[in-house]
């Protein structure tokens, strides 16, 4: 394993009774970045995190963490991971600064170094001023900050969020992603949603899985590639034919709207039609009054990956 490369999953499976839950996953985690998992609810998101977290046993397969094994060295492994499970495991009877001091004796940090660790993680998550309140009497948002607190406490290279957001009102999930920023300049994470907004506004990567399944691997910039524009909107004052506007090289199929407009698609790797289209405009006199590209959302694209049937091979739109 190179350095690179901080958490390194092999062929992973997981049956219940049965019931495939996780099938022939495999991917890398690098330094510094922030790999977004993303699927359907039960899709396979939560039971791989806990296999990569070191609380779920795979029923075959390989996790490497800082190219410890998993299963043959768990202690060596965990020592380089944390984990913000869905629900944050919190005691909601004790004060932040309590909850953190019993935290920093689970991971083992060193008693000389336990307050400056402690200190740390209050810093780094913004809970100065709750510090000594009692956890069960701050706000939702607070409490995933806790439940933050706790995974970086014993300053891990990866970082697993298993939906850091749900639940939250749009201020709180603002200053989440705010800090899951800031931790990527010092950790890796992974980060467990199906909220796609979240995937686009701080991850890096995303993966897509499906059915137990991963169906997509991508940069965020290479998914950016997948939402340009495939089809457009137009209409004229005096509409040509569909026959007309099919002619036009670039354009593989008119659908006449309503409205009376028309969408003309064309595959955006091949010939944009839009510079023929206007000089046909002039030429012919058809009098074009809106010309609108449709940008597929990553919803969209989310929702035709997710919704065909599972294959050998991810699915690339």
């Known amino acids: 394993m190179t350095q690179d490369i901080l958490i390194r999953a092999e062929q992973l499976y997981r049956y219940y009774s049965g019931h495939c839950a996780v099938k022939n996953v495999s991917f890398d985690v690098r330094r510094g970045?922030?790999?977004?998992?993303?699927?359907?609810?039960?899709?396979?998101?939560?039971?791989?995190?806990?296999?990569?977290?070191?609380?779920?046993?795979?029923?075959?397969?390989?996790?490497?963490?800082?190219?410890?094994?998993?299963?043959?060295?768990?202690?060596?492994?965990?020592?380089?991971l944390g984990y913000l499970p869905e629900t944050p495991p919190l005691y909601r009877e004790l004060t932040v600064t309590e909850y953190l001091a019993f935290c920093a004796r689970l991971n083992r940090i060193p008693r000389n170094q336990q307050a400056g660790a402690i200190a740390s993680a209050i810093n780094r998550c913004g809970l100065k001023k709750v510090s000594k309140r009692l956890i069960g009497n701050l706000s939702k948002g607070y409490?995933?900050?806790?439940?933050?607190?706790?995974?970086?406490?014993?300053?891990?290279?990866?970082?697993?969020l298993d939906e850091p957001t749900v639940g939250l009102d749009p201020i709180q999930i603002r200053e989440i992603r705010e800090l899951i920023r800031e931790l990527a300049q010092k950790h890796s994470v992974i980060l467990s949603t199906h909220i796609l907004p979240e995937v686009q506004a701080i991850c890096d990567r995303v993966q897509i899985i499906n059915q137990g399944e991963l169906v997509l691997t991508d940069t965020i910039a290479g998914l950016s590639q997948r939402m340009e524009a495939t089809s457009i909107l137009v209409r004229f004052d005096a509409p040509p034919t569909t026959e007309a506007l099919m002619s036009i090289k670039g354009v593989t199929s008119v659908e006449r709207e309503e409205d009376g407009r028309f969408r003309l698609r064309y595959q955006p790797d091949k010939q944009?039609?839009?510079?023929?289209?206007?000089?046909?405009?002039?030429?012919?006199?058809?009098?074009?009054?809106?010309?609108?590209?449709?940008?597929?959302?990553?919803?969209?694209?989310?929702?035709?990956?997710?919704?065909?049937?599972t294959s050998q091979e991810p699915v690339l739109l």
Do not use: C, Y
């Not at 699927?39 to 995190?49: I, L, R, S, V």
């Not at 900050?145 to 014993?154: E, F, K, L, P």
């Not at 006199?285 to 997710?306: D, K, N, Q, S």
């Open 33 to 80: 970045e922030i790999l977004g998992f993303l699927g359907p609810n039960g899709a396979g998101k939560t039971t791989t995190m806990q296999i990569l977290a070191g609380s779920l046993a795979p029923s075959s397969g390989q996790v490497r963490i800082n190219d410890f094994d998993l299963l043959d060295k768990p202690k060596q492994a965990k020592q380089g």
């Open 272 to 309: 944009d039609p839009v510079e023929e289209l206007v000089r046909r405009t002039v030429d012919k006199g058809w009098h074009l009054r809106e010309l609108t590209p449709e940008r597929r959302t990553l919803e969209e694209i989310f929702v035709a990956i997710t919704q065909t049937e």
């Open 143 to 160: 409490q995933q900050r806790v439940g933050i607190a706790q995974a970086i406490i014993h300053s891990p290279s990866v970082i697993i």
